[in-house]
């Protein structure tokens, strides 16, 4: 089934342009593009929407009080926002506000997609500019926090902890084994590790590696 998303970005040129680079994915489906947080919750209104790719600078309201409106409205609407900015005071914001994804304009559409799909399916979602400004913070340690991943994501790093391969986790969730490897790229950017064995020892330091094992 397709996502049934709405576009909301001030810049006409930009969500036009965008648009176009959408129109060809066969699991999206497009409901709208708005140019205004009025014009979006309007829209909302009238129209079943799954999701909304969000700017978080709007001509007359903030993209942090409109997620926040959003949600309210329709707890059932994820949100994913996408913006030139990302300063970790916008990103904490907005994921505070309620957005379950955040991509940086710089990021590619491929990105974009990404986000919404992983959204969807109950994940968070950062792209690796966004992610890379979260990271270097918590934990005695310096580790990144396992809250930047979705339930799907700490999942998938469990089995591969586990020593299970891209095609095992794919048989054992139901999901194709290019989805897996989406994953485990989104995780290793959000972690900021690079090897399996990295992704390994993060995972058994968080408990993770044991439940998943028999």
């Given at each position: 089934m397709a996502i049934r998303f709405l576009l909301a970005d001030d810049h006409r040129m930009f969500?036009?342009?965008?648009?176009?680079?959408?129109?060809?994915?066969?699991?999206?489906?497009?409901?709208?593009?708005?140019?205004s947080g009025k014009e979006l919750l309007d829209v909302l209104a009238r129209v079943k929407a799954d999701l909304v790719v969000l700017d978080v600078g709007l001509p007359d309201m903030s993209g942090i009080e409109l997620?926040?409106?959003v949600r309210s409205a329709h707890p059932l609407v994820f949100i994913v926002a996408l913006s030139g900015y990302t300063d970790r005071l916008f990103v904490d914001e907005m994921l505070k506000a309620g957005a379950k994804g955040y991509v940086a304009k710089s990021?590619?559409?491929?990105?974009?997609?990404?986000?919404?799909?992983?959204?969807?399916?109950?994940?968070?979602?950062?792209?690796?500019?966004?992610?890379?400004?979260?990271?270097?913070?918590?934990?005695?340690?310096g580790e990144a926090p396992l809250s930047l991943l979705g339930k799907r994501e700490r999942e998938i790093l469990g089995l591969l902890a586990s020593g299970k391969t891209s095609p095992d986790i794919a048989l054992l969730l139901g999901i194709s084994v290019g989805t897996v490897q989406v994953h485990r790229r989104n995780i290793k950017a959000k972690l900021g590790l690079r090897s399996v064995a990295d992704l390994t020892r993060y995972a058994i330091r968080q408990g993770l590696a044991h439940s998943q094992q028999g």
């Open positions: 969500r036009e342009t965008l648009c176009h680079m959408l129109e060809g994915v066969p699991d999206l489906e497009l409901l709208g593009q708005v140019g997620a926040r409106k990021a590619g559409a491929d990105d974009l997609v990404r986000a919404m799909r992983a959204v969807i399916e109950g994940n968070v979602f950062l792209s690796p500019e966004v992610a890379a400004v979260l990271m270097p913070d918590v934990g005695e340690n």
